[in-house]
């Protein structure tokens, strides 16, 4: 997110109103975080002007991987606050402007309280939008109706695996977990996510005509290996031949859980929440090693 740059330009005016010596534009830089580094970025700040030597710092700043958002938040909160009007330099030498000072913390401090304003409607926005994420669209009933279409060959093919996705996504939200949608990252395709018990979820959902096969597996493996602390739920409506799972455990780090469509069924027939289901799922990763047992009694399916 980039320090807005209307505000920028009021800092800067703050700044150069505020303070004449070069020395104490440096010092007012180093009070508010800038580093040692950032100071000799300016190289010779002698041989520039008090508003080159601001100029240099901000765009210093804004070109960091940060784009200095720390500092100028910092600086930001410095000049809203600002009391200190040295005598010398405004009244004696007459360098500085008290009234022109003033002026310039005043629009300074009106932009802030616009930019706050803006960040709460955000804020609110984002809260909506979670909330959308956890509350569910169709009742237990519906989704069930939709998953048996989907069984009778309602649709098939590319059309049949997205209205699988959904019902997943759904069904996590009748339990108010969080879900992210299908996204794209860097060429690889992730059927959504979900949030259970603190920890975010990778979905990999497959109707294939048969068990799920090595290839789509390892790919899916892959795919949660590359993230912080990945997990997977792999759903695959006819589930997974013993070969697939004897593989993804042999040596590896168990981070992926198996679903199939029994497992489904139970939770669309209100026998298990969905939670339940993930519930049994995990435990028996994490206590037994086991990625794929029946979802009631929690024994190993192969």
């Keep these: ?29 180093g009070s508010n975080s800038c580093t040692k580094a950032d100071i000799n970025a300016l190289g010779d700040y002698k041989a520039l ?32 606050t600002w ?19 003033q002026n310039a913390i005043t629009h300074l401090k ?3 309280e616009i930019r706050d304003h803006k960040l709460q409607e955000l804020r609110k926005e984002r809260e909506r939008r979670e909330s959308e994420n956890r509350t569910a669209k169709s009742t237990l009933p519906d989704l069930q109706k939709q998953f048996i279409s989907l069984l009778q060959g309602e649709q098939t093919g590319s059309k049949r695996g997205y209205a699988l996705e959904r ?8 339990s108010s977990l969080e879900v992210t949608e299908a996204f794209r990252e860097r060429g690889e395709q992730i059927d959504g996510a979900i949030k259970y018990d603190g920890e ?4 990999e959902a497959k109707w294939q005509e048969k068990a799920a096969a090595n290839e789509s597996v390892y790919q899916f493996a892959g795919k949660v290996e590359g993230k912080m602390y990945g997990r997977g739920l792999f759903i695959s409506i006819h589930g ?26 139970l939770v669309l027939e209100g026998l ?18 086991l990625i794929y047992v029946d979802a009631m009694s929690g024994r190993a399916k192969l």
């Excluded at 005016?13 to 004449?20: D, T």
Aim: charged share 20%.
């Design 167 to 174: 019902i997943l996504h759904e069904l996590a939200r009748v």
């Design 1 to 29: 997110m980039s320090f807005p740059s209307d505000i920028k330009l009021a800092m800067r005016q703050c700044i150069l109103n505020v303070l004449w010596p070069k020395d104490d534009i440096l010092s007012f830089f």
């Design 49 to 80: 002007s008090r508003s080159a030597i601001v100029d240099a710092m901000f765009t210093h700043l804004s070109q960091k991987p940060d784009e200095g958002l720390g500092q100028f938040r910092a600086m930001l909160q410095t000049l809203v």
């Design 272 to 289: 298990l929440t969905f939670t339940q289901m993930l519930d049994c799922k995990i435990k028996a990763a994490q206590t037994r090693g």
């Design 240 to 265: 997974f031949s013993e070969q697939v799972v004897n593989s993804l455990i042999a040596g590896k780090a168990i981070k992926t859980v198996f679903i199939d469509g029994a497992d489904l069924i």
């Design 200 to 203: 975010h979820y990778l979905i």
């Design 110 to 112: 009106q932009l802030q």
């Design 83 to 101: 009391t200190h009007f040295d005598e010398y330099y405004f009244d004696r030498l007459q360098k500085l402007d008290r009234v022109h000072a």
